[in-house]
């Protein structure tokens, strides 16, 4: 048996950026520790356009994660009006619809070609989203170019934002934690489609449901009991409105252009409340 734990063998990652980086932030007095920088907005608004500049944050209310856009933990803002610490190329929002068939839980836009180097702000225009890469130490099937960490952000309240700078071309598939199994899950191309996610997803229908023994034919480092993403993110990420190629053509791809069949939630709840005669936990 494969012990999970044990699978996901990475070493190859270059953590060597981020030791600096970590050296310079405690150097400069910022804890890395999430949301260090407390600050205030106290009428410390920026002159230009009514934004507080990161590096003024001093304290109160404005919550950051830090004073940069970190190569692993990106750049988090609990508030929209916190100026980023660098200017973003692209923004992406984080969605909730009330469709036909119930909430609906998206990135707007779904795919999206970027060059390297540019950075991306993740709005979060609705409550409780973050981004995170499928990543072999997450449990997932790597779907982001190799030698690129983990990297993720925190859960983010409605006004927030997270910033990433995606700096190493190809492939990556992202997605938001809470809300993966109902569809929310995107693609960004960086320069060009290269990679292990230039590939498609595995045929699910192709191995034994539930089963991951034998199904390791993308290389045994990743280990085999690594997932795909789940559920609707499959059917997201596998429409053929989110190729990778197309991406690079059109630029983005809406969540609308993704067929309304691979954007149904499969998750169906039953039995809860368990309040029936026999639905009760014993307890
Ligand atoms: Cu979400």
Redesign the pocket.
């Known amino acids: 048996m494969t012990d999970p734990n044990h699978s996901t063998d990475d070493s190859g990652i270059d953590y060597g950026l981020d030791r600096r980086r970590v050296i310079q932030a405690l150097g400069a007095g910022v804890g890395l520790s999430a949301f260090s920088g407390i600050a205030s907005a106290h009428g410390d608004e920026d002159e230009s356009d009514g934004r507080i500049p990161v590096d003024r944050l001093q304290d109160g209310n404005a919550l950051v994660s830090d004073h940069e856009v970190h190569p692993v933990y990106g750049f988090s803002s609990q508030v929209a009006k916190v100026a980023p610490p660098v200017e973003p190329d692209h923004e992406v929002q984080?969605l909730i619809s009330q469709g036909e068939g119930g909430a609906g839980?998206f990135f707007e836009p779904t795919g999206l070609y970027v060059e390297p180097g540019d950075t991306v702000k993740f709005t979060m225009a609705t409550p409780?989203?973050?981004v995170v890469a499928y990543h072999p130490q997450f449990g997932y099937q790597r779907r982001i170019p190799r030698l690129v960490p983990p990297f993720s952000g925190p859960l983010l309240p409605q006004g927030g934002y997270w910033l990433y700078t995606f700096e190493k071309p190809g492939v990556y598939e992202m997605n938001?934690a809470?809300?993966e199994i109902f569809g929310?899950a995107m693609r960004i191309v960086v320069g060009e489609v290269s990679g292990p996610a230039a590939d498609p997803l595995p045929d699910l229908c192709a191995q034994p449901p539930g089963g991951g023994e034998g199904g390791g034919e993308g290389g045994e480092s990743e280990g085999p009991s690594l997932r795909p993403p789940g559920l609707t993110a499959y059917t997201v990420l596998s429409d053929p409105a989110m190729a990778p190629d197309r991406i690079v053509e059109r630029g983005s791809v809406s969540w609308e252009e993704i067929d309304p069949q691979n954007r149904q939630v499969f998750v169906q709840v039953e039995g809860f409340p368990p309040c029936g005669p026999s639905g009760g936990a014993e307890g």
Do not use: V
């Open positions: 984080a839980f409780h989203h973050n938001c809470p809300h929310m």
